[in-house]
T-cell receptor, first 113, second 110 residues
Framework: NAGVTQTPKFQVLKTGQSMTLQCAQDMNHEYMSWYRQDPGMGLRLIHY???????DQGEVPNGYNVSRSTTEDFPLRLLSAAPSQTSVYFC????????????FGPGTRLTVL | GQQLNQSPQSMFIQEGEDVSMNCTSS?????WLWYKQDPGEGPVLLIA?????ELTSNGRLTAQFGITRKDSFLNISASIPSDVGIYFCAGQRTGNQFYFGTGTSLTVIP
């Protein structure tokens, strides 16, 4: 049982490049989400999903796309990276019926030059 | 977007001292959570609170859900070096969105 895994751990992009941050969980959790963490800002919700085929926007969705084709995977896509997207990105999952135990991945540190 | 204000922003304490931190919001929340984040890791849940006035402990940690439902407090007693990290509060009103505080960085000096 690996929990929530994220790849890559580090990434450097040039402005305008695209990439996908991967997130997978093996706990059969319905709910998955993406956060970004910036200094002095705490964690802010980007997008979330309550099940395969269902996604919704969070607090800061602009510049990011998501899809949920399986229960296990929830990739985050940056179509045209901007320096403002330099951040640490965390994926999290939990059972839909639970409001508390949200398991976080180890994070992806992204730098956009 | 909703921001939760945490204070203090950082703390430097001697090993064995007690620690107090709090989180305030302009909005009412139905659930308050406290997380700890170690360097290079994701946040880990410490305590969850579901009712106004609720006081819950987890070992040396005690957290309270404020009566007004707009604040929460976390206390750590007899701090040890492994308490070092960033502590975040998070609040939930309804639905599936959690709002996180700005974090309190704790340094414990042996």
């Amino acid at each position: 049982n690996a929990g929530v895994t994220q790849t890559p751990k580090f990434q450097v992009l040039k402005t305008g490049q695209s990439m996908t941050l991967q997130c997978a969980q093996d706990m059969n959790h319905e709910y998955m989400s993406w956060y970004r963490q910036d200094p002095g800002m705490g964690l802010r919700l980007i997008h979330y999903s309550v099940g395969a085929g269902i996604t919704d926007q969070g607090e800061v969705p602009n510049g990011y796309n998501v899809s949920r084709s399986t229960t296990e995977d929830f990739p985050l896509r940056l179509l045209s990276a901007a320096p403002s997207q330099t951040s640490v990105y965390f994926c999290a999952s939990r059972r839909l019926a639970s409001t508390d135990t949200q398991y976080f991945g180890p994070g992806t540190r992204l730098t956009v030059l | 977007g909703q921001q939760l204000n945490q204070s203090p922003q950082s703390m430097f304490i001697q090993e064995g001292e007690d620690v107090s931190m709090n989180c305030t919001s302009s909005s009412i929340f139905n659930t308050w959570l406290w997380y700890k984040q170690d360097p290079g890791e994701g946040p880990v849940l410490l305590i969850a609170l579901y009712k106004a006035g609720e006081l819950t402990s987890n070992g040396r940690l005690t957290a309270q859900f404020g009566i007004t439902r707009k604040d929460s407090f976390l206390n750590i007693s007899a701090s040890i070096p492994s308490d070092v990290g960033i502590y975040f509060c998070a609040g939930q009103r309804t639905g599936n969105q959690f709002y996180f505080g700005t974090g309190t960085s704790l340094t414990v000096i042996p």
